[in-house]
């Protein structure tokens, strides 16, 4: 699944390319993808609409319009949003085709068909996309150490579980955790009430930085985002535990170690990640 410094990419590589733009017509293969309204409503709302802007809330990417509507997209696990030539070859699985007024197309690909679409017009409230549910940003000020210590510091899940709940803290999968957690020097299954002040500070370094770092490392070209059908990252070679199992630790040179947590891998190095005694 993309995660927000994924998503990130996503919106400064698409918005450019979409501004100004009037979409022409729009074509729905699977109306699995359509969350709100239904499928018909959906395309007569989103045909005609003029791209103002777009916008992006932790994995949430918005298609601000002209009108004051806009369009709502989540990604989930393999959505793929790209803008191509008319003439572009569809690849399988593609969901939805609009139509720009420059010739060129948008075009949704999903080989699970998890990803969600919502039109909502200008004056409507957001009640369907859970936006309205997102903890803060990854680099806003707020994230701090105190803030952190706040939401989490009586809980006794896992750090790892926690920084995936969006409520807390918006954009962070688990990719990102691992690495961060490695960043901060933390167990992944650590408990949330186990960890100190020193911890707090920490960890809430460490979301700006390996955040930052992710947006940072993940920059490329249209054309090179095109090229790789927008699913290509650059960073992934350069993951310090993230599938590293029983490769050695930049730091220390202790293998990376694997383990379950709420169903989902966790990567770490056992000497640099001690658990608390």
Known sequence: MPEMPEVEIIRRIIEPQIKGQKIRNVRINHAQIIAYPEEGWFVQSLTGQTVKNMTRRGKFLTVHFESGDRLVLHLRMTGQLLVTPAAYPEEKHTHLIAELSGGNQIRYMDVRRFGRF??????EKDTVTGQDKLGVEPLEDALTAAYLQEKMGKRKKSMKEMLHDQSIVAGIGNIYSDEILYAAGIYPEEKCANLGSDDWNRLAEAIKEIIAWGIDTNEMTPEEYLEGRGK???????LRVYGREAQPCNRCGQAIERIMIGGRSSYYCPVCQRKKI
């Open 232 to 238: 290509e990252y650059r960073n992934m070679p350069h």
């Open 118 to 123: 919502w039109f909502l017009k200008t004056d």
